[in-house]
Nanobody
């Protein structure tokens, strides 16, 4: 079992930036593919960004490309999501996800059934 702890959310104005952090407790995060999902009120949870265990594969939801950047800091056992040029449509609870290296990286967002999840961090963007 791996525990994920998100932080960095908040209430910001449109155009602002935030850095979301996901700390991986009790296991080396280098053993996991990592990603971020989000869920807006009344909507299903959706994939936002993913990074493979080695960092060689990175994927983004089309609507966040060029605005969001995912990175991993294995030395500090965490994954970051830099979110720039926020707009009200980005308002959601953002969840960190981890998938063990035993599974293919793309299962992180194509399947997700074996993902571990954090508790989420709220991002609210006002217009």
């Amino acid at each position: 079992q791996v525990r994920l702890i998100e932080s960095g959310g908040g209430l910001v104005q449109a155009g602002a930036s935030l850095t979301l952090s996901c700390a991986v407790a009790s296991r080396p995060n280098s053993d996991y593919h990592m990603g971020w999902f989000r869920q807006a009120p009344g909507r299903e949870r959706e994939f936002v960004a993913g990074i493979s265990r080695t960092g060689t594969m990175i994927d983004y939801k089309d609507s966040v490309k060029g605005r969001f950047t995912i990175s991993r800091d294995n030395a500090r056992n965490r994954v970051l999501l830099q979110v720039d040029s926020l707009n009200p449509e980005d308002t959601a609870v953002y969840y960190c996800a981890a998938l063990h290296r035993a599974y293919p990286y793309k299962d992180l967002y194509s399947d997700a059934k074996n993902n571990y999840w954090g508790q989420g961090t709220q991002v609210t963007v006002s217009s």
